[in-house]
T-cell receptor
């Protein structure tokens, strides 16, 4: 009955590989997000989707491609992984009206070696 | 984009003490929120503020939305060991549906 679930929780991979992180929410929210948290714990938005439509795309390398098959899912695919991609990636969801807080997943710790 | 300045960066306090942290912004926000992050987990919403001047409590937590709409503070009274974690402020503008976070305040409570 987890509200926002991400898989996997841990991901260790070599430079140059391609990997995906999946996210699903069962809250009936219409907007989903990906945030990146660096080693200093700073949270930075990467993408936002509303009803499968991209509405925010921050300055993120185009190696990162979000995919939303439906409004309950927002997956993150990363091509040609680099050492600097190592971080914790959080999925979140909310109603578009926003201002009511986001519900976050428990994060995916990506380590690129 | 909007910059949020959160302070202090870290706090080491004794159990039972009160804690105060704040956030300022160069821009006006329509909503201020405070989150707590435990190790290995995502941030969890503590308090949301919707009106300038609003003062809201949630148990031992009290937060205020600054009158200028450019700042907010969070107070924790009578701290306990489980208050340990990272506290983030976040602001949201009316026309933006993305939320900007402060850099976090890492709280350590010594029993």
């Amino acid at each position: 009955d987890t509200a926002v679930s991400q898989t996997p929780k841990y991901l260790v991979t070599q430079m140059g590989n391609d990997k995906s992180i999946k996210c699903e929410q069962n809250l009936g929210h219409d907007t989903m997000y990906w945030y990146k948290q660096d080693s200093k714990k700073f949270l930075k938005i990467m993408f936002s989707y509303n009803n499968k439509e991209l509405i925010i795309n921050e300055t993120v390398p185009n190696r990162f491609s979000p995919k939303s098959p439906d409004k309950a899912h927002l997956n993150l695919h990363i091509n040609s992984l680099e050492l600097g991609d190592s971080a914790v990636y959080f999925c979140a969801s909310s109603h578009l009206a926003g201002g009511y807080g986001y519900t976050f997943g428990s994060g995916t710790r990506l380590t690129v070696v | 984009g909007q910059q949020l300045n959160q302070s202090p960066q870290s706090m080491f306090i004794q159990e039972g003490e009160d804690v105060s942290m704040n956030c300022t912004s160069s821009s006006i926000f329509n909503t201020w929120l405070w989150y707590k992050q435990d190790p290995g987990e995502g941030p969890v919403l503590l308090i949301a503020l919707y009106k300038a001047g609003e003062l809201t409590s949630n148990g031992r937590l009290t937060a205020q939305f600054g009158i200028t709409r450019k700042d907010s503070f969070l107070n924790i009274s009578a701290s306990i060991p489980s208050d340990v974690g990272i506290y983030f402020c976040a602001g949201q503008s009316f026309n933006n549906n993305d939320m900007r976070f402060g850099a976090g305040t890492r709280l350590t409570v010594k029993p």
